[in-house]
């Protein structure tokens, strides 16, 4: 197994279940960017962190998962590099944007709501399959 995303993996992302879930969830975080008034909610932040939820938590997700339960040789290290991404989604790229624009920053609490999301996100996204196949086996389980 290859530690770095493969095609496979994009592919999965054009999954049309993926695609209507996040889209969904893009479409709460633009609402809240327009009807919320929180000094770093915005359009802008909400595309950012959410396109890169959408491309990166299943494998950060998935990567952790097997690192965990197959213990490769240097497992810690293949958890901080699935970390990496996490990481740049939901802090770096929010200090980024918003010391740019000139936003005001709630960083700790933006940290806290939105790492769980994206290992949520990445939880909900990393299934592969088509959702009669997912809905199938939770059906046997």
């Avoid at 209507?20 to 969830?25: E, Y």
């Avoid at 939880?123 to 592969?128: L, N």
Wanted: aromatic fraction near 16%.
């Amino acid at each position: 197994m290859s530690l770095l995303p493969d095609r496979k993996y994009f592919l999965e992302l054009r999954r049309p279940w993926k695609i209507v879930s996040f889209a969904v969830g893009m479409l709460w975080l633009l609402y809240g960017a327009v009807c919320y008034e929180i000094s770093d909610w915005d359009i802008g932040i909400s595309l950012l962190m959410g396109g890169l939820t959408y491309l990166c938590a299943p494998w950060s997700v998935v990567t952790i998962h097997r690192a965990i339960r197959y213990r490769p040789h240097a497992w810690p290290v293949q958890i901080v590099i699935a970390i990496l991404p996490a990481m740049f989604a939901v802090d770096w790229v929010y200090w980024l944007y918003h010391s740019a624009v000139g936003n005001q920053m709630l960083r700790w609490e933006n940290f806290k709501v939105s790492m769980a999301l994206y290992f949520l996100c990445g939880i909900a996204w990393c299934y592969r399959g088509s959702l009669r196949e997912l809905l199938a086996e939770i059906k046997q389980h």
